[in-house]
């Protein structure tokens, strides 16, 4: 009668382990956060590092090894994860299980394919995780907001992206016929990476119109671009305006609980009690 | 008695095959519109292909042999569109008419001048009747706050416009005196390309100040490039954040008149009253 | 006794010419005005033509010629202006004419400094004139919101550029330290230039950093140029956003005629009487 | 009885100096730092032509000995500010305390370290102080809307330049294994100084994409950048619309407690009422 819920010692571990590994909020879990930052930073530095060529001359030998000191360690966390994970298939399939299982395998990989370990930065996205140990409620606010923002004018922003494809397609076609490959507008898709860097006004100058007529073309392309940029950054701008951060009463209506009440709002919108 | 409104056998067929080419809300012409735009992206692909000088070296006649079958398509499509419309006419002379016969006309003209076929990518305008199968409404009313901000503010951008050509004048001009020819700043349309290059911070290279006078003017021209762009986004910030769709209803309060409610209010936020 | 206000044949005359010169309401002013704008922008061309090398050989004398027909005909306007002007010396002192008299100048002193033609472009300005014949009101409408909406953020951007000019400063002369002259920052001069160029995102590419730590340095210039840019487009738009035109009644208090009411405003904020 | 608070001769003087160096509300301190600016000017001018290798070969010898001028000065200022400040302590580690010692310092150092006088621009810090005499009240305010605006957006701010580092990591680490160190992509360092380059659209061109791969990955990077850069500019408008400051009174109204009168009100604009 005193042990009916008395875990076996087994899942009693897996318990303990769980909470340090997953949770950020006892002060075990939130060493094991830093240290696991820190660890990620370290080996991301290490792969940048490698590929430097003076550097990966000089202490290649040193770095290799850390490099997989990092991996094994990783692999160990990945195994211990999926280990003491009440749903161990869940974590396999969700966004920081992918990332997890993607940060380790370039360095076993790079037996059968060399220059793979380049691939190892996108360990980067687990720096991710660092969102854990932060004033989660703030920042997670904070991303919301501007998620939201960007849903939101996600059909403008598809009319908007769908309207720069059409004019780089036409004006890469366009400049292709009147420059020509004499000129550096080798093709239309190379023609259209030329009107991709000047809509964006980046504007690398490798290639360049050099006709009246095509720069005068491209005066136009620059200018739209240039001024174009107003679109998203105005629909951007509307919603982030509009979102209802700092913007909005937080009183609730006492009726009928309804959220959302503009600050002049004398009376709730949805039933009309008195707020 | 029966039969006072019985069509022909003719006008019927034709009746049908309008339905199938100018509608999309029947299952059959969804299907056509969507077997349409696949074959618009695979021939504007063609001819993009087409243009790349190692593809086209290896790949020419079959690539030149689907142009063809494209061509004949989309000319049968056309006649195809003249033959059902109730008024003709007016298709030939509405905007997708002109689109749809100016995508037909280059591998025609091709025959009288060598390189025309590049101007087929102008099919990509065909392309916009994919609004016609997305979620219209949806759509066609981001499409329409777009717009509507932009016409809004065109008298603000004309006078935008007006004054970044006046700047890019009297800066080409005076830069072509700075410079002159020798430091590449060959004549005032070349000097006001550059003025242009630069003031939208595209900023190829290609044409760059050597002198110290002419290297101070351009900071200023492109400190004042980097500034301006702050009008345009304003001005399209500022239409998108007064524009009413999707954020506040027009209706006002039947009891004390009270404008601006939410889409989801039921009741006056000001008097209470039911909307 | 009929005649005490009879002017005399001659003021008669001028009255008539001013009428035609300065104002736009009447139809032979609007013909003269729409006539002396085509005649600027053609006499414009003449000297952006006469600038292009391969036009000047061939072309030179009808040119010139041209020029000189222009600059006696603004010669004839800018003296036919001060004499039928009521108040001669106000006019002169105008931001008019005192571009219409620059306008015509560098005419004559190309007899004495050789390559001075080049500064005709400045009779553009003269283009300015377009504002009368276009729908006046509403054009100045415009322009007069834009000009308030910079004129409030005037000290914001004080601040702004202030802020600009002592990073390019202070990290041009950091740059000169680092990369020095071999790399082309061959003074801090130079590198403030280059500053400038990158912070604004132009990026000419004639001056780059080549050591790591100097790349290092740009990024953080670059994206710090890049972000910084929100800084003045807020600005803008915020003003713009607040801008009375759409947002604010134009009905006047019925007792102390105060303008500017919030849309909402059911009494007078000034005296509160009803409205 | 009559000379209880008479202060000694020396701290007499010492509270003259503090007012004079100190304060910019009497005549004599305005004086003081209208000179004290225009000295700072021109040292910072001594230093960027003392840069410049033509000038510095012929003038260098006067340039050296206005330094040494400008230094000494400042040296002398420096130990009279801590003289007759109150709590010198508190000056020297106060921002302008540190600054006014740093823009001193790097002349000395010459003797030891070649070429440390260009650190001498640090001294355009000292400008800062020009606020002092400027309309105080206005420009504080306008910097302090401005530095309130990016104060709130902050965490929105790190979220973003988090996300942008990402990208940059990602996408340089991507373009190293496709591009390679053939066409410029030494090391992943370096492809992350070309992914900055061009996400913020500065794009010099001294490194650029030659695969047709890479272009197109480039292509995403570039209309990433372009689109992005809406993110930051929403936030800060956002802001900026939101910041009461100039626009709206805290105060409610005391009968029917409306908010949002404006500065100009005197009557509640709902229900009339005196503010």
Same mark, same amino acid.
């Given at each position: 009668?005193?042990?009916?819920?008395?875990? &076996?010692?087994?899942? %009693?571990? @897996?318990? @303990?382990? =769980?909470?340090?590994?997953?949770? #950020? *909020? &006892?002060?075990?879990? +939130?060493?094991? *956060?830093?240290?696991?930052?820190?660890?990620?930073?370290?080996?991301?530095?290490?792969?940048?590092? %490698?590929? /430097?060529?003076?550097?990966?001359?000089?202490?290649?030998?040193?770095? @290799?090894?850390?490099?997989?000191?990092?991996?094994?360690?990783?692999? #160990?966390?990945?195994? !211990?994860?999926?280990?003491?994970?009440?749903?161990?298939? @869940?974590?396999?399939?969700?966004?920081?299980?992918?990332?997890?299982?993607?940060?380790?395998?370039?360095?076993?990989?790079?037996?059968?394919?060399?220059?793979?370990?380049?691939?190892?930065?996108?360990?980067?996205?687990?720096?991710?995780?660092?969102?854990?140990?932060?004033?989660? #409620?703030?920042?997670?606010?904070?991303? =919301?907001?501007?998620?939201?923002?960007? +849903?939101?004018?996600?059909?403008?922003? &598809?009319?908007?992206?769908?309207? /720069?494809?059409?004019? /780089? !397609?036409?004006?890469?076609?366009?400049?292709?016929?009147?420059?020509?490959?004499?000129?550096?507008?080798?093709?239309?898709?190379?023609?259209?990476?030329?009107?991709?860097?000047?809509? &964006?006004?980046?504007?690398?100058? *490798?290639?360049?119109?050099?006709?009246?007529?095509?720069?005068?073309?491209?005066? /136009?392309?620059?200018?739209?671009?240039?001024?174009?940029?107003?679109?998203?950054?105005?629909?951007?701008? #509307?919603?982030?305006?509009?979102?209802?951060?700092?913007?909005?009463?937080?009183?609730?209506?006492?009726?009928?609980?309804? +959220?959302? =009440?503009?600050?002049?709002?004398?009376?709730?919108?949805?039933?009309?009690?008195?707020?």
């Amino acid at each position: 009668m005193t042990e009916p819920q008395s875990p &076996t010692h087994t899942s %009693d571990l @897996r318990r @303990r382990v =769980h909470e340090i590994i997953f949770k #950020a *909020d &006892t002060p075990a879990g +939130k060493a094991f *956060d830093i240290a696991l930052l820190w660890t990620i930073l370290l080996s991301v530095l290490t792969v940048m590092l %490698d590929s /430097v060529a003076d550097i990966s001359a000089e202490y290649g030998r040193p770095l @290799r090894i850390l490099e997989w000191v990092f991996t094994l360690l990783f692999t #160990a966390e990945y195994f !211990l994860r999926i280990y003491c994970s009440p749903r161990p298939g @869940r974590y396999i399939r969700s966004f920081f299980g992918l990332v997890d299982l993607v940060s380790i395998l370039p360095t076993y990989l790079s037996f059968f394919i060399a220059g793979s370990q380049s691939l190892l930065v996108i360990r980067a996205l687990r720096l991710l995780r660092v969102f854990r140990i932060l004033n989660l #409620a703030q920042y997670r606010g904070e991303a =919301h907001v501007l998620l939201n923002a960007l +849903k939101a004018s996600r059909h403008k922003i &598809t009319v908007f992206l769908g309207a /720069v494809l059409m004019v /780089v !397609l036409i004006m890469g076609a366009t400049m292709y016929l009147i420059e020509g490959k004499e000129h550096g507008f080798d093709s239309i898709p190379t023609s259209m990476y030329w009107a991709v860097v000047t809509m &964006t006004t980046v504007g690398y100058g *490798d290639i360049a119109p050099q006709t009246v007529i095509g720069q005068v073309l491209a005066s /136009v392309l620059m200018i739209l671009g240039y001024g174009i940029i107003a679109v998203p950054t105005g629909i951007v701008s #509307a919603e982030l305006v509009r979102s209802p951060v700092g913007d909005v009463r937080k009183q609730a209506c006492p009726a009928c609980e309804t +959220k959302g =009440h503009d600050f002049d709002a004398t009376h709730c919108k949805h039933c009309g009690a008195k707020l």
